[in-house]
């Protein structure tokens, strides 16, 4: 049996700092709860409360919760609408799927002035006659039943027949209170055995007998009841108890890591993609392990060993065997912010220490040295004379021509006709 606890509600209350004594929502849906407790003395300022999907057969102890706006207990073994009176703010009441067969228990929600909707699909009162109409003349605070909205010609006849309405609904429900006091007796009369736990090993007959059992259990029509329902609960919760214990009973098997010759093997449990790749300019090796990009930094442990390197994911190894010795204490993990990938670069420990390359520049060549180059060169023509080149160094001529200074006058041919003036100076 399940109970509401204290860590279980603090355990939903993460929201609000874990401080249950001021939480206005709570969500309890989905926990085989078979008993509603504590919740109004614990959450005393719950709006929202949600309890859907549980065991639950009773409304009770919430009735000193004021401020509570919306209650959810669809899916439970409720059979009568009580102990809500004290719930003053209760706006929203969903009771889908339930046992709810007294339906004149609805009286109860008159002195809940601010309910607007109620939800009562699923239930055996929505079968009797004049069902609508009596919820409706009976509840006037009410604007929505069952997700319809409830217009006001409806209440105006609802309210004129409701004297016949209820003799109808009165007698409906006293037919089904005997049938479901005939359906209790029988289900104390002919109890169904529940699955035994066998605490040795099956034979294979028993085996038989157990599957053979199990599809009887299933295929054997009954009545949907609180009493079916919460067997079938318990059935499944036996046989959910017997898978664990056989868990437990087989050994675990051990986990391999290391070969007989102490080689590291190669592992991965997490199945996590890699790129391992070789940096010979920084004389090292890097490690890309793709991990999951929201996975906390703290589930992981990295451990890096000379000829191997292992990292442990959540619990699960991954480890890679390397071709050569590295430096663990000069190995470093770096975890990228963007895609979450955790780098590991690991320097070799006996590699040869490689200079980097620098660039090379070109030297800038002189028009002298270049004539030098154009002299060494050795042309593959047998006869020089056929060569198609140019060559530019030969262009010009190379005589040599004497200072000017040092040039003797030329004897120049005088007319006739000349005569020698003083005044003019010669022409050099």
Known sequence: MVRI???????????????IFSLEE????????????HIDRWCRDLRILYLQNNLIPRIENVGRLKKLEYLNLALNNIEIIENLEGCESLQKLDLTVNFVWSLSSVCSLRGNAHLRELYLVGNPCTQYQGYRAYVIATLPQLQSLDGEPIKRAERIRAEQGLEELRRWVLEQQADQQQK????????????????????NQQSPESEAECMQREREFWETPCDFSPESRLEAHRYLEE?????????????KKSRTLMAEDGRALNVNES???????????????QLD???????????????????????????????LSLSGEVKPDSSTAQRSQTTGHLLITMPWAHGEVKPKKMPQQKPLVSHSNQQEEETKR?????DPSKSCRVDLSNIATTTHTAPQSLRK????????????????PPLI
């Open 5 to 19: 606890t204290e860590d279980m509600v603090r355990r939903r209350a993460e929201h609000n700092n874990c401080e």
């Open 271 to 285: 199945k996590l993609g890699f790129t391992l790749t070789e940096d010979e300019e920084n004389n090292c090796i």
């Open 26 to 37: 709570l969500s309890l849906h989905q926990q085989d709860i078979e008993r509603l407790e």
């Open 289 to 319: 392990l793709h991990v999951y990009r929201h996975l906390d930094t703290s589930l992981m442990e990295v451990d890096v060993q000379p000829t191997y390197v292992r990292v442990m994911v959540k619990g699960k190894v991954f480890q």
């Open 378 to 382: 050795e042309w593959l023509e047998v």
């Open 239 to 251: 046989k959910r108890r017997q898978r664990t214990a056989d868990k437990e009973k087989k050994p």
């Open 180 to 199: 479901r006091e005939q359906d209790k007796r029988m289900e104390h009369k002919n109890p169904t055995s529940i699955v035994q736990d066998g605490g």
């Open 409 to 424: 006058p030329q004897d120049v041919p005088v007319s006739e006709d000349f005569v020698d003036d003083p005044d003019v």
